[in-house]
């Protein structure tokens, strides 16, 4: 897909993704969370899902709502357990979740892999721990590392601040998080913002996500949450 | 006496050098911040994205977009930068980070780190960013409590609980007292409230002596 394309709701945004799709879910917490395209994948009702997401959910909206709507088989994330993962608690018990604990660095550097055209790569992340097992290993220049291959998406949805009628996103404050290497690591990037703005009202040396890696963007009232009970 | 939490944070923040790049990891490291005064310039990394992270946000100043690694709401001090998560790992692989802090379940001897699972059944694991920090940071201090509740030594011959980095960890600060991991074996560089003796006579690892 070339340019990037300005949906009028977050249903027609999300309408790309097919059961069975691994999708890259971005945020960290809540900060970053695109909820107004996961509510519209609930609606869409594509199911089968493999999620890539630093978390599994916080409270019961976001990706917990998708969770607890039975769309997810798998997902691959840095740290489920968190004061609030009731839904995902639950599921994993119930052994009705596959779940994947990727050290969030490796979870980083895997999407960025792919969205760069690096078929593996060698990360000192995780040698001699239970997360690099039957992962081949190499000494190189004396130091041991662990081969990690990349996390590719179908889709990524994400959320930025403001993007602009080319795609062009810039981000706020510590959302930006995992948004930035979605983008470039899925097949259609999906992104929603709290505003579009003509092309050239962002600043070119500003821009954090070049269009190129935009395909579909679609404009929400902005929401928040903060974690209750965080440490 | 044994130090209490607060008087712990404050002997690590005296090791941290002023202009320090350093990350506090989430739990009672967190509190380090607390004893580092502004004059001094270290400037704290979040993993999720930010150089230059000021103290918790309180009333107005809460930003749901501004939290730190605990996803607890934070403040920017003058100076701050955001960046994606890939740039604030390579910071922390690269080697640029010359300090993390760090809370553990185990020690061992030789600087292996267990703090991301206990392995209990019905455990759910956990790793976030721990892994990417044991072996990232130029110093790797831990911060524990030098016993467990069951009254059982965390700082061990080797580890029984799952690793998070090999022969990563560089100091140990306990309420008890303050080890430095050195190649040649564990150093107590500091006591409270307790000997070098009584200490040899309830931890199984050997200890030498570098109390200043």
């Known amino acids: 897909m070339s340019r990037a394309q300005i949906f009028a709701s977050p249903d027609e945004a999300v309408s790309v993704v097919k059961n069975g799709d691994t999708v890259l879910v971005g945020g960290f917490g809540f900060a970053g969370m695109p909820f107004d395209l996961i509510d519209a994948l609930i609606r869409h009702g594509a199911g089968d899902l493999t999620i890539v997401s630093n978390n599994a959910g916080n409270g019961d909206v976001g990706l917990a709502a998708l969770l607890k709507a039975g769309r997810v088989r798998k997902i691959l994330c840095s740290f489920p357990r968190q004061v609030d993962s009731y839904v995902f608690d639950d599921l994993y018990r119930r052994g009705e979740i596959e779940l994947e604990v990727v050290p969030q660095g490796n979870l980083a550097e895997r999407m960025r892999a792919a969205g760069a055209g690096i078929g593996a790569f060698y990360c000192p992340t995780g040698v001699g721990t239970p997360l690099a097992e039957g992962k081949e290993t190499r000494t190189i220049d004396g130091r041991d590392y662990v081969l990690e291959y990349p996390i590719k998406g179908d889709v990524a949805l994400i959320s930025a601040h403001t993007a602009d009628t080319m795609g062009n996103l810039v981000y706020r404050k510590t959302a930006r998080n995992f948004g930035p290497v979605m983008a470039t690591a899925a097949t259609t990037t999906v992104v929603q913002v709290s505003s579009i703005v003509e092309a050239g009202r962002i600043d070119p040396e500003v821009v954090v996500t070049p269009s190129i890696y935009v395909d579909r963007v679609v404009q929400v009232e902005p929401r928040h949450y903060t974690v209750q009970g965080a440490r | ?212």
């Open chain 2, 1 to 212: 006496m044994p130090l209490d939490p607060d008087q712990l944070a404050a002997r690590v923040a005296q090791d941290i050098e002023p202009g320090s790049f350093v990350n506090l990891g989430i739990g009672q490291p967190t509190k380090v911040a607390d004893h580092l005064p502004a004059e001094i310039g270290v400037v704290l990394h979040t993993e999720n994205g930010m150089l230059g992270m000021g103290p918790a946000a309180v009333g107005d100043e809460v930003d749901p977009e501004l939290t730190n690694a605990g996803k607890v709401p934070v403040t920017e001090l003058p100076g701050a930068a955001y960046f994606h998560h890939a740039d604030s790992f390579a910071m922390m692989r690269g080697g640029h980070l010359d300090v993390c802090v760090l809370g553990a379940f185990q020690v061992s001897a030789s600087g292996d780190l267990a703090n991301w699972d206990t392995g209990a059944p019905g455990s759910i694991p956990a790793v976030g960013g721990a892994m990417d920090l044991a072996i990232g940071a130029k110093r790797v201090y831990v911060m524990m409590t030098l016993f467990a509740r069951n009254g059982g030594p965390k700082l061990v011959p080797a580890c029984t609980y799952p690793l998070t980095g090999v022969g990563c960890v560089s100091r140990v600060y306990t309420d008890h007292a303050v080890f430095e991991i050195a190649p040649d074996g564990v150093r107590v560089l500091e006591v409270f409230g307790t000997s070098v003796e009584e200490l040899r006579t309830r931890l199984a690892v050997p200890l030498a002596v570098d109390v200043r």
